[in-house]
């Protein structure tokens, strides 16, 4: 697609995506930073594509309280170190055993399955370096209690209770069972909308929100989070390799508690799809200024890939 024919919010998306891009570049060790081969692994799944759903994310929520720009760009990236870390980490044999991802070989196939254990291991460990180093932006008290806030709202959405590792233990555990509606909404919250909450949550919570905000948005997330990720089972029934960048076809391969497994395809439309305008009458009390938000949230179950 000619940048012409792009409509303004995949320009903007686009637009977005760069300035991450450019982002992650300063903040990841170069290729030839001795030990070489670690930082090779972790720039080879960062780089390798990704539309840098969660960076973005958290910036536009970040802007929607007012936030400062470098410091929104900083947070989001560092957000994407984390989720890249989980996809590293998901496709290891271990887990999903896959060859793909971002259209490219997985970390494990290039590097080895202890380098891209490792390689995920120091893109988490380099995200809460970044968040937490001292910053110069007065003043300082008020900006080290959002850091440490927003540290404590990220480990609690990648930990165990209700957040990505949770989740990805139950969605192992649950393979080949009875569909169980119960469940497969724990999988969801858990392995996906939690990170997804938490991006906008911590976007909001660095621009400063008042708590009354910060409940919307928190809405927001948790709707928008549970849209992305029944569009990501369906994009798995409907999608091809080549547009996904991952293997397709393999949920139901699988025997994996998905929303299509339980619902159906039409079902699980009509529930994203609802979510979706769920997520934007949220922020009605934000008027035209939360448009990027809702467009974003449709975007998250239009999306090919
Ligand atoms: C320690 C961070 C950490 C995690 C350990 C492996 C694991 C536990 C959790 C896996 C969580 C996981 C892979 C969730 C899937 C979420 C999902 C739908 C990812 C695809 O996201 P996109 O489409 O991918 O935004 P791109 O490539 O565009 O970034």
Not at 202 to 218: C, R
Request: net charge neutral; proline share 4%; with cysteine.
């Amino acid at each position: 697609m000619t940048t012409a024919t792009l409509s303004p919010l995949q320009r903007h998306l686009d637009e977005q995506r760069l300035r991450v891009d450019e982002e992650l570049d300063r903040l990841v060790p170069s290729a030839e930073t001795y030990p070489p081969s670690i930082h090779k692994a972790m720039r080879h799944s960062l780089f390798a594509g990704g539309k840098r759903l969660r960076p973005i994310l958290c910036i536009e929520a970040g802007r929607l309280f007012g936030g400062d720009e470098a410091g929104l760009l900083r947070l989001g990236s560092a957000l994407e170190l984390i989720h890249t870390c989980a996809l590293i980490h998901d496709d290891l044999p271990a887990f999903e055993n896959d060859d793909l991802r971002r259209g490219q070989p997985t970390c494990h196939r290039v590097f080895g399955e202890a380098i891209a254990i490792l390689a995920g291991d120091a893109l988490l460990t380099l995200a809460f370096e970044t968040i937490s180093a001292p910053g110069d932006a007065p003043p300082r008290g008020l900006e080290e209690s959002r850091k440490l806030r927003i540290m404590h709202e990220l480990a609690h959405a990648i930990g165990t209770r209700a957040g990505m590792v949770g989740g990805q233990v139950v969605d192992l555990e649950s393979m080949g069972k009875k569909p169980d509606n119960a469940t497969l909404e724990y999988i969801h919250s858990a392995k996906t909308a939690a990170f997804i909450r938490a991006a906008v949550r911590s976007g909001a919570i660095q621009a400063g929100a008042a708590e009354a905000g910060l409940d919307l948005i928190t809405i927001y997330g948790e709707k928008a989070g549970m849209a992305f990720q029944i569009a990501d089972d369906l994009l798995d029934v409907l999608g091809s390799e080549e547009t996904l960048g991952k293997t397709a076809g393999k949920d139901d391969r699988q025997k994996k508690l998905t929303y299509p497994a339980v619902h159906g395809v039409d079902e699980s439309w009509r529930v994203a799809r609802r979510l979706v305008r769920e997520a934007g009458l949220t922020l009605e009390p934000f008027g035209r200024r939360a448009q990027r938000l809702c467009d974003i949230a449709g975007y998250m179950i239009a999306r090919k890939s």
